[in-house]
């Protein structure tokens, strides 16, 4: 296995941080491309007007976040009840998972609820790698911890193979980027260490497919082969995504404008760029207009008395 620098003077709580800030600028920038009226403003690169709220891949990142916060670990229970608890039906959750977190809510027990989905396969979707970017960053130089964390996580509400590895690939870019706080990191670095952690698959063979192209110059050509999120599954997410954070891992703006141009799934694809690149650059590299367009975090998630049981 190959070994990884810790970052210097930087802690796990402020890299995790640091990405679920970027995640959230990101979801919340790319879910204003599906307001019709701000699509002229954005075609110029110029920002629609605030206040930009996020969606279900911030919330449930928030969860993840707080989860490992608290405890140090990742605790599948303690996560299951937070999704349920904090599940806001109208942040744009798709209909299955808003069915089994209303059952979680109600006693159901989640282990059952997620390997159940979709006729017994388990959700390939993207959810498990739109929210894992902060917990991948609250390992930077520990890529394999965080690939065994990220297959817990995922776990909760998505069993199949391809959605588990998917959260795993999420995972190990964000704490590979977070590395990179203390030396040098290049997209080339960044796509190796996923390949050397993440299981064999379409999302793997995805992910190498985004390795070999990340000389190709045009966004709408690296999404046409490796997918845009148009069919909300970690196959046709997770590879584009990483190939955007790859090629702009010290220019978040750059990277959102890049994942956004290709269409498809764009609050869920800018939330795992967001969330990756921002583990590299820190909060302070998100463009502080964009932070002040954001919805603010959730008052929940530092908040001492909200215990999920």
Known sequence: MTSYPEPARTDPDTTSRDSLR????????????????????LRRHELPPGPWPWTDDTEMACSVHRSQARSGRLDQDALAR???????????????????LRLVRQGGDWRELAAGLFEGQGSWG?????????????????????????ALSAAVTHTHPEAVAGAVAVAVAASR???????????????????????????????????????????????HRLGNGRRVSAVDT??????????????????????????????????????IVAARV????????????????????????????
Request: glycine content about 10%; overall charge negative; some cysteine.
């Open 22 to 41: 970027g995640l959230a600028v990101g979801d919340a920038f790319g879910a204003q491309h599906f307001v019709p009226e701000n699509l002229p403003v």
């Open 82 to 100: 937070s999704f349920a608890l904090h599940h806001d039906f109208d942040r744009g959750y798709g209909p299955a998972m808003n069915r089994m």
């Open 126 to 150: 993207n959810g498990a790698a739109m929210r894992v970017a902060p917990l991948g960053a609250r390992h930077p130089g520990d890529p394999a911890r965080a690939a065994r964390e990220a």
């Open 177 to 223: 980027a977070a590395s990179g706080r203390s030396g040098s990191v290049e997209g080339a670095d960044l796509l190796d260490t996923v390949l050397e952690h993440t299981p064999p698959g379409q999302v793997r063979d995805g992910v190498a497919e985004a390795r070999a192209l990340l000389e190709e110059p045009h966004v709408d050509l690296a999404a």
């Open 238 to 275: 997770v590879p584009f995504t990483l190939w955007c954070a790859a090629r702009n891992l010290t220019d978040y703006r750059s990277a959102l404008l890049d994942t956004a141009s290709a269409g498809g799934d764009v609050d869920t694809t800018c939330a795992i760029v967001g969330g």
């Open 282 to 309: 820190g909060a302070d590299g998100i463009p502080p207009a964009w932070r002040e367009h954001t919805e603010p975090l959730p008052a929940w998630l530092d908040d001492p008395a909200d215990e999920p049981c």
